[in-house]
């Protein structure tokens, strides 16, 4: 981590984690200090301790008052230039290597259905579609970032949770709530979500594991398996590693003519590697995501054997320089193909919907140190490409299954300083954007954030941010089966407000914080039903206003009962939308937000090896859907408690899951039934080679 002291920079060891140096992911454009973890760090990530510790934490297991020290010792800067621990304004949320493994999920989008901030809105389980939202935003609305790299889809924000990696591949998960182009760029309108990935070998006791297999089955068909290898070269300048995941399940219901509508089939492989001298870091990445799944009623209630297939490549390379000046240039490009069936195999009645995009990207963030503070400069550029059955223009030279296409380039630079003291910081920037669609000019979104220290475990933080987002391919050209797009949609752009207090101690954590987002030209698609023939258009929907607040409670219960490692957490957020608009109009998803959520988790040690995880979630979204029969019905408040049990070894992991335990009826989006009672046992090996 870093001091304020602007002359020279100094490098904590991961010993928890990577047992290297160079560890530091710098690349990423923030500064990350892991300590001992546990699950109470998912809501309560943001403020740290005044003092910032440079030393290299402490590897032994002793329950002791040290690991409780380290529980803050967590940092992820909402900003360009990395800073001391403790003295970011943002709201950060961290879940944890730790709290990832011990979670009762079988994908990534279902972890993060525990930080309270972010909406998860699931059409079918283990990972097959998601649309995953912040603070009332829409799924479209938030950038996916896998180590700091940018892969959403432009395409559509449907699939922008294909990711390649499996969850014992994750280090992190870090969420940046809020408005977040002067950080991650365009498209991070209402925040942003950054997966960040280990080549670490497994650790587990007191030893570490090159090697680890994984095997899961359950209900409904239910079958998982997975291996991933980490290798640690004598060389310690050079580290890799490989995993591979496949997954499949029979599905959860039928359609009416008795097939299977809910089933999945999908494989991963993730490679990744990384090198390390005094004088430049550097790391890449290359996976694929391949998934093919029953879509039931996901599009259209009146067809009930949709079914599409999802195949992704994702390649990235980046590094950072050492030095009074700090060069992190990073390259990646990313594929996707898609292919949905309206009518499951029958490509003769309906043809079948065929897309291809490509994301190429080029970024270079600079920052320096000197009297007045650290400073951060630099910029992107990104090209967004696709061809398809029925999105874009008509091209010159149709191939296979591609009619049209679009391409488009978005440009921006950024400039950010960083005023440092003792219990004040002021982060203030801007990032300036330009893009080829509709001619956009260059226009440029401030952002500035400050943080107050108030005595021992007391912090204050305010901000105000404003951020833009251009609109998917989908939204500027989807016109068929009851679609009508326009292809003249404006970007959305947002300004927010926020502020909130938070103390620490050993025994409890809480936190708070309000916040005001003010969205013009927010992109949805609306239905009149009092029109004669309705369909769904893609509008920019006026303006719309967001009046949130989040509060969270970690209490360490292993102070209080002999317990060691005990924990529970509650956390509450509550949202109101106030928008301009016909009463009679139905909106697709903007305007369907969790106005309550409420989370609770209980992490417990039984006995020596052998430990509960209960995890409780209720949420009540606002808004209504629709029937067949054509009843509109508004959405009802439900509950879902998951659990894991679990036996810890030296070498292996048995456990057992059951999520959705006592069956709730769920429904995240009108007319998608979710499943009921899922039950899940598995088992991981680790070994060396």
Known sequence: MYKPNFNKREVIVFRQFQRKGYSLFACLGRVVVIGVLSAATLQSATAATDEVSTKTEKTDNTESVDKEATLEDVEVTGSRAPLALGQAARMVTVLSREEIQAAPVQSINDLLKMAVGVDVRQRGPIGAQTDVSIRGGSYEQIAVLLNGINICDAQTGHNAFDLPCDVADILRIEVLEGPAARVYGASSLVGAINIVTSQAPEASLERDYNGQVRLEGGSFGYLSAAGRYALTPHADQLTSSLSATYTRSDGYQRSA????????????????????????????????????????????????????????????????????????????????????????????????????????????????????????????????????????????????????????????????????????????????????????????????????????GWKLYASYNASLRMPSFTELYYSVGGHKADKYLKPEELQAVEGGVKYSSSLLTVQASIYHNHCRQMIDWILDPTEAEPVWRSVNYTKVNTLGFETSATLQLHRLLPLPGATLQVAYSYIDEDKVGQHQIESQSTLEYLRHKLVGQLHMPIVERLSLDVKYRLQKRAGNYTTNAGIVIPYHTYDVVDTRLSWTAEAYTLYAEANNLFGSHCVDFGNVRQPGLWLTIGAKYRFNI
């Open 257 to 456: 003519a008795g097939h299977l509508n809910s089933d999945y089939t999908g494989g991963k492989v993730f490679y990744q590697g990384g090198y390390a001298d005094q004088a430049m870091q550097l790391q890449w990445h290359a996976g694929l995501s391949a998934k093919g799944f029953g879509s039931n009623t996901f599009y259209s209630g009146r067809f009930d054997e949709q079914y599409e297939q999802t195949l992704k490549f994702f390649t990235a390379i980046q590094g950072e320089t050492s030095g009074r000046l700090h060069l992190k240039p990073a390259i990646y490009w990313n594929r996707g193909y898609d292919r949905f069936e309206l009518i499951r195999g029958s490509e003769d009645l309906v043809p079948f919907n065929h897309h291809r995009t490509d994301a190429f990207g080029i970024n270079l963030n600079c920052y320096f140190d000197w009297a007045a503070g650290r400073t951060a400069f630099g910029g992107e550029f990104r090209n967004e490409d696709i061809v398809s059955g029925n999105l874009g223009e008509p091209l010159n030279a149709p191939f296979r299954d591609y009619k049209y296409g679009l391409n488009r380039s978005n440009l921006s630079f950024h400039l950010e300083h960083n005023l440092l003291l003792k219990r004040f910081t002021l982060s203030a920037g801007f990032i300036a954007v330009k893009n080829t669609w509709n001619e956009m000019p260059f226009t440029i979104y401030p952002g500035i954030d400050a943080s107050l220290r108030l005595g021992k």
